[in-house]
């Protein structure tokens, strides 16, 4: 058993990528300027700018637990779960199984300071994993908290000695979208209420047939993606200084 999750889950010898970390970089840097320019502009312009006093996160606390920490998903059995570096920050990979289903890999990077944001989270696991993708796109599935509310989420299919579906998002309370730029546009909004909006950066593996097609995924990933989500509800994104 031990053996199958240290195969399932990333060796640290491999958190040395640097490779297209530059580029994505600035993607990121021009995808934040535009949501400065909509969002943050107008505010500073209406007297409504909050950058000087960012307000805190209470959600921290418990995201900083996420490392060491495994969280329960229904009708599905952890295996193992492990805290692992990348890029000096903390990372929980968990494996979980249920019957008839392989192995999956869930790997969650949460907040740990209320001025971080998201960057290159992709990019750090694609380097880690080594692996080539194809067919990506998006796949949208409601939250099971908030019928109303839903995430979109990158969803692609990579291989390395191995193929994969793998899904990945930002996940906040209430919805979640895999650009950075959601989660910033989301988080101007809420300062304007003197609040923040808490994240953590959720990645799924799925293994697949290598001549698989990955429409055939979906309705697992979909699944899979609504139990991951409604677990940083219930367990992760909760204040309990007011408990």
Not at 44 to 72: D, F, G
Not at 180 to 208: E, G, Y
Not at 226 to 240: G, P, R, S, T, W
Request: glycine share 4%; hydrophobic share 40%.
């Amino acid at each position: 058993m031990n053996s199958l999750i240290t195969k399932m889950i990333p060796n640290k010898d491999m958190f040395k990528f640097k490779k297209g970390l530059f580029t994505s970089q600035v993607v990121i840097l021009c995808l934040l300027g535009l949501a400065i320019i909509f969002v943050a502009v107008p505010n500073y312009l209406t007297q409504q700018w909050s950058w000087s006093e960012l307000p805190r996160v209470p959600e921290v606390a418990q995201m900083r637990k996420i490392p060491e920490t495994s969280l329960n998903f229904t009708g599905w059995t952890t295996l193992g779960q492990k805290e692992l570096s990348i890029n000096n920050y903390p990372w929980s990979f968990q494996v979980i199984e249920k019957s008839g289903q392989k192995p999956v890999v869930i790997a969650l990077k949460g907040q740990k300071y209320y001025k971080d944001h998201p960057e290159v989270e992709w990019v750090d696991l694609q380097g880690i994993e080594k692996w080539k993708s194809d067919s990506s796109q998006t796949l949208k599935f409601p939250s099971e908290i908030e019928p109303n509310h839903s995430i979109t989420a990158r969803w692609f299919q990579a291989w390395n000695q191995k193929t994969y579906a793998v899904l990945q998002w930002y996940a906040w309370p209430g919805g979640g979208h895999h650009s950075p730029s959601q989660w910033f546009l989301a988080d101007q909004k809420a300062q304007l209420k003197n609040k923040r909006v808490p994240w953590v950066a959720v990645s799924i593996k799925i293994p697949m047939e290598a001549l698989g097609n990955l429409k055939d995924m979906e309705s697992l990933a979909k699944s899979l993606g609504q139990e991951v989500q409604k677990a940083l509800e219930k367990e992760v994104f909760i204040d309990k200084s007011q408990s």
